[in-house]
């Protein structure tokens, strides 16, 4: 069973021969200070690392390791240490450490657990053992006046390993937060600075150890600057390379089941298939064509799960708000005002209805995304994502400066949608409403793409489009909610009853859709208005 920890600490380098301060000589510039440090006798802890042949792990920030020895349970497994959200306004360094046992997986073959997580940073690479590293750790415990541990202070001598030789020695010092303020910690650390150690080592002990090919930049490089002289095509791939990027940390976040993770690694899919194709024109057609086809297909599979979570969260919040508005009396009784009202008992008949359909199919539709994700199509498709980004097939166009090409690109998506908007009846089916949603959202990835570069006025016409776009969501969701009341009414094992309540949320969800539909109508005027899109036509 794995267990999980965040652990945020300050790496500092020292020489061989430094010494430790006394740091329970807290200065009034080191406010709040370390009232009691608690020395522990040395232990020895031996670690095996594992990464691919071109370390694809330590260049992504990540360290998988086998480890031997230590005085505690923690010391000892294989652990996954994966990057977590840092202030960039401190040194100090946040890693998630992912822990299975020892006995999780023989020497040698790293846990299938832990490998389909980084899957999406080793693409299918073969890990094997990269470094052997044994350290000499001597811990202190760090408290307070008040008793609290503030942090855990360790002092490790580092061996490099080539079999029984030591092929390379280093010492650093840790110093890990506990139940410290970061003013406390900060003082600890401007200390050991002022005693000699340096400060700002953010490098693992492994990255150390490998060299420079370990610090490298990852396979996926940082977008570029693009200006609107540059060539479309650089536009291009830094869109690619943004949004291929959030593709691959969300796909880290989904296989850790973290909240929203499957959403936003359907937003990063869609980003990516929208570019391709308003962008077409800058690119090999049967490239794009390819590489959309696999987005969707991997889109479609990640809306199993996602569609249904908002599904019924909808469904169970809207059921609520029937509950609200009419908290008393007998199913099918209807007051004087013509308002039907519900009895409590057959709103939690319907809700367990609601929850029971989902939970049939909620484990079906996840098995399936983690059947997807692991398989030899999706770990080709991460590949080609990853070459796209570094190696888009653009074609002649793309060197046509991106206030030349790019604007009309995003004109054409406009006009599209307008024609749709023009076309649609208030009173008209759903689906003609989806088809305008999807235009409307074409635009708006299309828009957010030029933004980098040209700034202030296609943020703005962004922003202005979500207004529409929201609303749209907000349609089509209640459409869905609609037909899934419709549905689960239907359904062998609901009584009358609880079918009346579930025709009553029915009509709540097609109200849901007018409303949406005549807000539209209402904000539409306003976003189609010319000034907002006159940086379409200006000279940049």
Same mark, same amino acid.
């Given at each position: ?6 652990e945020v600490e ?6 061989g021969?430094?010494?430790l ?5 807290a200065?009034?510039?080191h406010?709040p ?26 260049r ?6 086998r480890?031997?020895g ?5 010391d000892a497994?294989w ?26 997986a ?15 940073s ?10 052997t ?9 760090l408290?307070?006046?008040d008793?609290?541990p503030?942090?855990e202070?360790t ?11 030591v092929?390379a020695?280093?010492r650093?010092?840790?110093v890990?937060?506990r ?11 401007a200390?050991?600075v002022e ?8 490098t693992s ?13 990852p ?6 600057r ?7 095509g650089?536009a ?8 291929v990027q959030?593709?691959?940390?969300q ?5 850790r ?11 990063a899919?869609?980003r ?5 194709q ?5 690119v ?10 696999e987005l969707?297909w991997?889109?479609?599979e ?19 708000e ?15 005002a ?9 709103l939690a ?6 929850r029971?359909?989902?939970?049939d199919e ?5 098995a ?7 398989? *030899? !199509?999706?770990v +080709? $498709? /991460?590949?080609?994502l990853v ?5 888009p097939?653009?074609?002649? &166009? @793309? ?14 998506a406009?006009?599209?949608? *307008? !024609?749709?908007? +023009? $076309? /649609?009846?208030p ?10 949603r999807? &235009? @409307?959202?074409?635009?708006r ?6 933004v980098?570069?040209?700034g ?6 962004s922003?202005? $489009?979500?207004?529409v ?7 089509q969701?209640?459409?869905? &909610? @609609?037909?899934?009341t419709?549905?689960?009414a ?8 609880t ?23 209402v ?18």
């Amino acid at each position: 069973m794995t267990t999980t920890e965040r652990e945020v600490e300050h790496k500092l380098r020292v020489h061989g021969l430094y010494r430790l301060p006394d740091l329970t000589m807290a200065s009034p510039e080191h406010e709040p200070g370390v009232a009691e440090a608690v020395a522990h006798p040395m232990i020895v802890l031996t670690a095996t690392y594992y990464d691919t042949d071109t370390l694809r792990l330590a260049r992504s920030g990540i360290t998988l390791r086998r480890r031997e020895g230590g005085s505690t349970a923690a010391d000892a497994g294989w652990h996954l240490k994966l990057p977590a959200a840092r202030d960039p306004a401190s040194s100090a360094v946040s890693r998630d450490e992912i822990r299975l046992p020892l006995d999780a997986a023989p020497p040698g073959e790293p846990p299938k657990e832990l490998l389909d997580l980084v899957l999406a940073s080793t693409r299918g690479a073969s890990v094997e053992a990269v470094a052997t590293l044994r350290t000499e750790r001597t811990p202190y415990d760090l408290a307070a006046a008040d008793g609290r541990p503030v942090a855990e202070l360790t002092d490790d001598s580092v061996s490099v390993l080539d079999g029984p030789q030591v092929v390379a020695r280093f010492r650093e010092l840790e110093v890990e937060l506990r139940e410290g303020t970061p003013a406390e910690v900060d003082a600890i650390v401007a200390q050991l600075v002022e005693s000699g150690a340096i400060a700002g080592g953010l490098t693992s002990k492994v990255a150390r150890a490998l060299g420079p090919l370990a610090t490298a930049p990852p396979d996926l490089p940082k977008p570029g600057r693009v200006q609107p002289d540059d060539p479309a095509g650089a536009a291009l791939q830094a869109h690619l390379t943004r949004h291929v990027q959030a593709f691959i940390d969300q796909d880290l976040r989904v296989r850790r089941d973290l909240p929203d993770s499957v959403h936003q690694l359907r937003v990063a899919a869609r980003r990516i298939r929208s570019g391709l194709q308003v962008f077409r024109s800058l690119v090999d057609a049967e490239w794009a064509n390819a590489l959309r086809a696999e987005l969707g297909w991997i889109a479609a599979e990640l809306g199993a799960v996602r569609d249904r979570e908002v599904l019924e969260d909808r469904l169970l919040r809207d059921l609520g708000e029937l509950a609200v508005e009419a908290p008393v009396a007998r199913s099918g009784h209807v007051s004087k005002a013509g308002v039907h009202h519900t009895d409590p008992r057959d709103l939690a008949a319907a809700e367990s209805v609601v929850r029971r359909a989902f939970d049939d199919e909620r484990a079906h539709a996840r098995a399936t995304v983690d059947t997807a994700m692991t398989s *030899e !199509r999706y770990v +080709a $498709l /991460l590949e080609a994502l990853v070459d796209a980004a570094v190696h888009p097939r653009l074609g002649e &166009a @793309a060197g046509t400066a991106c206030r030349v090409a790019l604007p009309p690109l995003v004109r054409k998506a406009w006009r599209r949608l *307008e !024609r749709d908007v +023009a $076309l /649609l009846d208030p009173d008209g089916a759903d689906d003609d409403w989806h088809e305008t949603r999807i &235009a @409307a959202k074409r635009v708006r990835y299309a828009t957010e793409a030029l933004v980098p570069v040209f700034g202030a006025p296609a943020k703005s016409f962004s922003r202005t $489009l979500e207004l529409v776009t929201e609303q749209l969501g907000e349609h089509q969701d209640a459409v869905i &909610a @609609a037909e899934t009341t419709r549905r689960l009414a239907a359904g062998r094992r609901v009584t009358g009853t609880t079918g009346f309540v579930l025709g009553l949320l029915h009509e709540h969800e097609r109200a849901a859709v007018t409303r949406a539909r005549a807000t539209f109508l209402v904000e539409w005027p306003e976003v189609s208005r010319r000034r907002h899109r006159a940086w379409l036509s200006a000279e940049h």
